[in-house]
T-cell receptor, first 112, second 113 residues
Framework: DAGITQSPRHKVTETGTPVTLRCHQT?????MYWYRQDPGHGLRLIHY???????DKGEVSDGYSVSRSKTEDFLLTLESATSSQTSVYFC???????????FGPGTRLTVT | KQEVTQIPAALSVPEGENLVLNCSFT??????LQWFRQDPGKGLTSLLL?????REQTSGRLNASLDKSSGRSTLYIAASQPGDSATYLC????????????FGKGTSLLVTP
């Protein structure tokens, strides 16, 4: 499982509140990703990181920000949550040896 | 933008059958292609990765092929079992955007005893 954990695993929050999701990896992989999965849309890239303090936007980045101050942690922040951000959020890493991506267990976020 | 399509969206087969899942992509300039399995309410499990220079990869009862020129990949599952029931996702890495993956919407497979 490439040592990827996500926290929290489930969260219910109200519209307008800030939310931060955490992804933690234990194997010093350079590349980390945040995707969201929604029925009818599949998985879509939100943001990715290619090193400490190096991040870039993905396909659906509006309303999200990220930070990576340490190799092992990649944080996803919803500054002011909206109902359209209700989704399952997956973190992933890219294995530096085999180029495969491995995914965390996911965070189910509900915005009411 | 790379579009990835998986057909069929759902498939039901009796146990023991061999089956093929299809994945097509619009831009043949890919870096690699990866197949995943996802069980309901769970995360993604990597099954196979095919580099752009490869034609196929095998793991146990699974065989994935890649035809870059036609923009197609297939996942062949031999002697299907009820435990193979899951959603299978195809994802393409174009080698840009930090090697991020573009996903198809998946094929939901049900193998009946």
């Amino acid at each position: 499982d490439a040592g990827i954990t996500q926290s929290p695993r489930h969260k219910v929050t109200e519209t307008g509140t800030p939310v931060t999701l955490r992804c933690h990896q234990t194997e010093n992989h350079r590349y980390m990703y945040w995707y969201r999965q929604d029925p009818g849309h599949g998985l879509r890239l939100i943001h990715y990181s290619y090193g400490v303090k190096d991040t870039d936007k993905g396909e659906v980045s509006d309303g999200y920000s990220v930070s990576r101050s340490k190799t092992e942690d990649f944080l996803l922040t919803l500054e002011s949550a909206t109902s359209s951000q209700t989704s399952v959020y997956f973190c992933a890493i890219r294995d530096r040896d085999g180029n495969e991506q491995y995914f965390g267990p996911g965070t189910r976020l509900t915005v009411t | 933008k790379q579009e990835v399509t998986q057909i069929p969206a759902a498939l039901s087969v009796p146990e023991g059958e061999n089956l093929v899942l299809n994945c097509s992509f619009t831009d043949s300039a890919i870096y690699n292609l990866q197949w995943f399995r996802q069980d309901p309410g769970k995360g993604l499990t990597s099954l196979l990765l095919i580099q752009s220079s490869q034609r196929e990869q095998t793991s146990g009862r699974l065989n994935a092929s890649l035809d870059k020129s036609s923009g197609r990949s297939t996942l062949y599952i031999a002697a299907s079992q009820p435990g193979d029931s899951a959603t299978y996702l195809c994802a393409v890495d174009k080698g840009n955007s930090g090697y991020a993956l573009n996903f198809g919407k998946g094929t939901s497979l049900l193998v009946t005893p």
